[in-house]
């Protein structure tokens, strides 16, 4: 195998259409993926945006003597969102955790079917976590006595941001359930790729 080969990274085989991503870049493999990525990379600014709220508010409480209300719950409301959708990005870009020990070891086919096992345990966690995530929501959007009302943190300042960040977890799962779906369809429809070191 050439170095060139080598260097360029995985390339994408015309027969398996999105089986394999186009570089080393995260580019996902289903236009849902790539929407994902898209709209991941741009709210990756957001943890700058955290960093210097955070300062800002460490500057008012230290120097100033004057903390304030609202950036504790705002810092924190703002990462526990971008982790969340995290999930969304470690799926769409084939970075969530695998035992590649086990996975590198094998063949190409065997590990398709192992990824099809894979996407067959994720929809059966999503099904889970959609059920207990839409009461969750519901619950969170909805006073006990039927009329609208957002949950809020209870706080001095009182914020809505827990009724937010609880239906923010139910949209996540309902795309991650049709990630897993996508996948398990582009795993079941095309075969496995050979592997590199089949063209030395």
């Known amino acids: 195998m050439s170095a060139a080969k080598l260097s360029?990274?995985?390339?994408?085989?015309?027969?398996h259409g999105d089986l394999l991503p186009e570089s080393d870049e995260d580019v996902g493999f289903t236009r849902l993926d790539r929407a994902i990525v898209w709209l991941g990379k741009r709210l990756s600014l957001v943890f700058a945006?955290?960093?210097?709220?955070?300062f800002y508010e460490i500057v008012q409480r230290y120097v100033f003597d004057s903390p304030t209300l609202w950036v504790h719950e705002t810092v924190t409301f703002?990462?526990?969102?971008?982790?969340?959708?995290g999930g969304l990005y470690a799926l769409a870009t084939d970075r969530h955790?695998?035992?590649?020990?086990?996975?590198d070891a094998v063949?190409?086919?065997?590990?398709?079917?192992?990824?099809v096992v894979h996407h067959l345990f994720g929809l059966a966690f999503c099904s889970m976590?959609?059920?207990?995530?839409?009461?969750?929501a519901k619950g969170a959007v909805r006073a006990p006595w039927g009329g609208?009302?957002?949950?809020t943190s209870g706080s001095a300042w009182n914020p809505p941001f827990p009724a937010f960040l609880k239906v923010i977890i139910l949209v996540a799962i309902v795309i991650m359930t049709l990630q897993f779906v996508l996948h398990l369809i582009r795993d079941l429809r095309h075969p496995a790729p050979p592997r590199e070191n089949d063209d030395v």
């Open 8 to 15: 360029s990274g995985p390339e994408r085989n015309p027969d």
């Open 49 to 54: 945006a955290i960093v210097l709220v955070s």
């Open 78 to 85: 703002a990462g526990a969102t971008l982790f969340v959708l």
């Open 97 to 103: 955790v695998r035992i590649v020990l086990i996975y």
């Open 107 to 115: 063949s190409p086919q065997v590990q398709r079917w192992l990824r």
């Open 129 to 136: 976590m959609l059920y207990a995530s839409w009461f969750m």
């Open 148 to 151: 609208w009302r957002l949950e």
